[in-house]
C-alpha cells in the first residue's frame, strides 16, 4: 500500500485516530492490526472503490459518525495506469481523473463542515509528474496537473473568506513503493513472473528512469510535517523536485531537455549504431 500506508504508520506513533480506506479489505484490516500494535488511539477502515463518488462521501460520513471529526484529510489514493507512451484510451483517462481527481473533490466538498469546524488540514499528495510533463505519465498527469489548478484555487477562496483549513499540495519525486502500475513494455527484462504487480512497478520504472527512488517512510515523515506547519506546498526530494522546478518559469526547454535526459530510451527508428 505505499506511502498512504507509511503516513497511517507515523499517525499510530503519534497516538492519533485514524480511519483508513482503500479497495482490499485485507491488507486494510493488517494495516489497522499494524496501527493499534504502533500506538494508535483508535484505528480502524471503510472498503471500497473511490471510482465511485458515492463512495468518496460514504468514507467522510463514516469519520463523522465513528470519530466525531477530522483534523486532517489526507488524499492519496490513485488508480492503476500504465507506464508507457499515451495508447490513445480515452476512457482510461476519463476512469484515472474519477479516481484520482473526482473523489479528491468529493471527499474535500463533504468533510469541509468537519475541517472549518476543527480548523483543520488537507493534504494532496500529488507529483513532479503534475508539475511538468513527463514522458509515459499522460493520463497520469493530467489527473495530477487537475488536482493542482482545484486545490491553488480553493486555497486562494479559503484565504478570501478566512477559512482557516490549510491545503497542503506535495510534490513528491520517484518513491520506492509498489504501484499497481503493468511492467514497462519497453523493458521486457522484468520477468512478470518472479514479483508482485507492485514489485514489477516501481522496478519497471527504475529500470527506465536514471533516478533512484527515495524510501517511502521518510517521505511519509515529510509529508506530515508539511501538512502540521500548514505549508502550501511541500517537496520531497528537494533536489529532484524544487531545484529542476526553478527552471521552469525561465528554461522551460531546458527542464524538459533535463526530464528525458533522465531516461533510458531505445535509439528512434533509423538512427545510426552505435560501434560494438
Ligand atoms: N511511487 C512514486 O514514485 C510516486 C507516488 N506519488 C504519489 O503518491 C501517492 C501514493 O502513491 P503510492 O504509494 O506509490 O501508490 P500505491 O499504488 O502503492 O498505493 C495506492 C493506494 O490507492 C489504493 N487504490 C488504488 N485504486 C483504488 C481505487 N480505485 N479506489 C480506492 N483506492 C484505490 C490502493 O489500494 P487498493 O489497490 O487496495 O485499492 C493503495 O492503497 C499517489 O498520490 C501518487 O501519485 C507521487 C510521485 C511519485
Ligand atoms: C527533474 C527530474 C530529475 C526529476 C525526476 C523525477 C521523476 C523520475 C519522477 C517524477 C514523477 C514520478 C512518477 C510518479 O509520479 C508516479 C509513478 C507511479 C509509480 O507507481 C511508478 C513510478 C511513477 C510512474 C513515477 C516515476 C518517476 C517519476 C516520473
Known amino acids: ?25 485485507a491488507r486494510l484490516q493488517n494495516v489497522v492490526r499494524r496501527c493499534l500494535e504502533l500506538g494508535a488511539a483508535s484505528a480502524r477502515f471503510v472498503s471500497g472503490t473511490m471510482e465511485d463518488t458515492a463512495f468518496a462521501q460514504h468514507v467522510v460520513r463514516e469519520a463523522q459518525t465513528s470519530l466525531g471529526g477530522l483534523d486532517m484529510l489526507i488524499l492519496n489514493h490513485v488508480g492503476a495506469s500504465y507506464f508507457g507512451f499515451f495508447d490513445g484510451d480515452v476512457e482510461h483517462v476519463r476512469k484515472l481523473l474519477e479516481i484520482n481527481f473526482l473523489s479528491y473533490v468529493a471527499m474535500t466538498t463533504s468533510a469541509l463542515p468537519m475541517l472549518k469546524e476543527s480548523e483543520g488540514s488537507i493534504v494532496v499528495v500529488s507529483s513532479m509528474a ?13 489527473t495530477k496537473f487537475a488536482l493542482d489548478g482545484f486545490f491553488s484555487s480553493l486555497r486562494q477562496e479559503f484565504a478570501i473568506q478566512n477559512i482557516n483549513v490549510s491545503i497542503t499540495l506535495c510534490i513528491l519525486g520517484f518513491i520506492d513503493t509498489g504501484s499497481p502500475i503493468p511492467p514497462n513494455p519497453l523493458t521486457p527484462r522484468c ?27 521518510e517521505c511519509a515523515l515529510e509529508i506530515l510535517k508539511g501538512a502540521a506547519l500548514r505549508r502550501r506546498e511541500l517537496y520531497y526530494r528537494y533536489s529532484s523536485t524544487r531545484l529542476p522546478l526553478l527552471l521552469r518559469d525561465c528554461a522551460a526547454e531546458l527542464l524538459d531537455y533535463l526530464v528525458r535526459s533522465r531516461y533510458r530510451l531505445p535509439a528512434p527508428p533509423g538512427a545510426p549504431r552505435p560501434p560494438h
Open 1 to 25: 500500500m505505499g506511502i498512504g500506508e507509511q503516513i497511517a504508520y507515523h499517525l499510530a506513533r503519534m497516538g492519533s485516530h485514524i480511519l483508513i480506506t482503500a479497495r482490499t479489505e
Open 130 to 142: 503534475g508539475k511538468v510533463g513527463f514522458p509515459f505519465t499522460v493520463p497520469y498527469s493530467a
Open 191 to 217: 520477468p512478470p513472473a518472479l514479483t508482485r504487480p507492485a514489485e514489477r512497478a516501481v522496478r519497471a520504472a527504475a529500470e527506465v528512469l536514471r533516478e533512484r527512488p527515495a524510501p517511502r517512510d
